[in-house]
C-alpha cells in the first residue's frame, strides 16, 4: 500500500515528466486537496497509507493536471486577499496582479469615512475585488456587476462564503446601473487582443473563459466604451481603478484624455494599474 511520501514522490516525477511548471509544489497541492488536507500536513503525514479511494482521486487531479488544466480549477478555490475565493471555468483565476490592485485600493480608501459611499465592480468574475474590499470596509456598499449569469452564481457564493452582504446587476458594462453614481469603480476589463489569445499558454486558452479575456482586435475596446459611458454614473470626487495589460498605459492616458489619470506599474516594472481621480 503506498504512503503518503510514496504519492507525493510519484506525482511530482509524473508532472515533471509532463513538462509541468513547479512539479513539486504542484503535486503537494493536488495531493493535499485530494486528501483534504493542508500542504504542511502532508509533511506531517508522510507515512500514512492511502486507501484504494484517495489513491483514485488523487490520480483524476493528476490527470486534470497532466492535461495543463489550471491547479485552481481542478481544486475549486484560491485564497485571495484574506478571503477564500471559489472559482470554475465560467471565471477567470484571480491573479496576483489583481491583489496588487487591491492593495493599492486598500491603501488610497484606508484614510477615509466609507459609509454610505458606493463601490462598483464591474466586469466583477468570481467578484474577488469586490468582495474582498467589502470585507475590508464594511460601511462601504458594494454592487458587483458582470454580463456573465455563471460569473454572478459564483460571485454571489463567494460574498456568502465570505459572509459579506453585496449587491448584484447583470448587464453589459454600465448597461444594469443605469440610473445609479458610484463613488468608486473598479474594474478588470477583457483585455487581451484577438492575436495575442491565438498564441496563449494552453493552460489559460484552453480552460479560462474567452470572453473574460478578449475584448477584440485592439485590447483597447472596453476602455474605451467607459470613457464615453462612465461620465453618467460617477459621483464628484469619484475615483476609478482599472487593471490594464502590459503596455497599454500610454494608450489609456490617450483615451481618457482631460481626465486626471495616473498609470502605476506592477512589481515586474510593467505598466499594469490605472487610477483615475475626479473632482
Known sequence: MKTVLDVLTLSAKHLQQKNIPNSRREAEELIAHALGMTRIHLYMQFDRPLTDVELDTCRQSLSRRSQHEPVEYITGSLEFYHCKIHIDKNVLIPRQETEILVDLIVKDLSSQDLTG???????????????????????????????????????????????????????????????????????????????????????????????????????????????????????????????????????????????DISVQPDWAGHDRFVAIVGS
Open 117 to 259: 459611499k458606493v463601490l462598483l465592480d464591474l466586469c466583477c468574475g468570481s467578484g474577488c475585488m469586490g468582495i474582498s474590499l467589502k470585507k475590508r470596509f464594511p460601511n462601504l456598499r458594494v454592487i458587483l456587476s458582470d454580463i456573465s449569469g455563471e460569473a454572478l452564481v459564483l460571485a454571489k457564493r463567494n460574498a456568502a462564503a465570505n459572509e459579506v452582504e453585496v449587491e448584484i446587476l447583470q448587464g453589459d458594462l454600465l448597461e444594469a446601473f443605469v440610473g445609479q453614481k458610484a463613488d468608486y469603480v473598479v474594474c478588470n476589463p477583457p483585455y487581451v487582443t484577438e492575436a495575442e489569445y491565438s498564441i496563449l499558454d494552453a493552460s489559460v486558452k484552453n480552460y479560462e473563459p474567452k470572453l473574460a479575456l478578449v475584448s477584440g482586435q485592439t485590447g483597447l475596446e472596453i476602455y474605451k466604451r467607459l470613457s464615453q459611458d462612465l461620465p453618467l454614473s460617477l459621483k464628484p470626487n469619484y475615483k476609478v481603478w482599472f487593471e490594464i495589460g502590459t503596455g497599454q498605459g500610454k494608450a489609456l492616458k490617450e483615451i481618457f484624455f482631460g481626465w
